[in-house]
């Protein structure tokens, strides 16, 4: 969560736990209703990336498709440039 909190998508006040809840109740739509999704390998997990555009910024969210942490988020993110045009979302 650190990442979209660096990106100023989340307050980086309060709790842990009210910092997630802000990420669930403003940003769960990119995972029923993306731009764009896609595999990628993060971390060495499969991962699914689901990609949107929200509040001028794309966000990634990557879902693991393998493992402890299947079908959770391992992590979110702003892309840079390059991750945008190998994710195909220039």
């Not at 595999?39 to 060495?44: A, F, L, P, Q, T």
């Not at 990557?62 to 840079?80: D, R, S």
């Amino acid at each position: 969560m650190h990442h979209v909190k660096e990106d100023g998508l989340i307050p980086s006040e309060g709790s842990v736990a009210s910092q997630l809840e802000y990420f669930q109740e403003n940003f769960s739509q990119i995972l029923t209703s993306p731009d764009k999704t896609f595999d990628w390998r993060s971390g060495g997990t499969e991962a699914k990336g689901f990609a949107k555009k929200v509040n001028g910024q794309v966000l990634v969210i990557m879902v693991a498709k393998e493992g402890n942490c299947q079908g959770k988020i391992i992590t979110a993110m702003v892309p840079g440039g390059k991750n945008m045009a190998k994710w195909g979302l220039l």
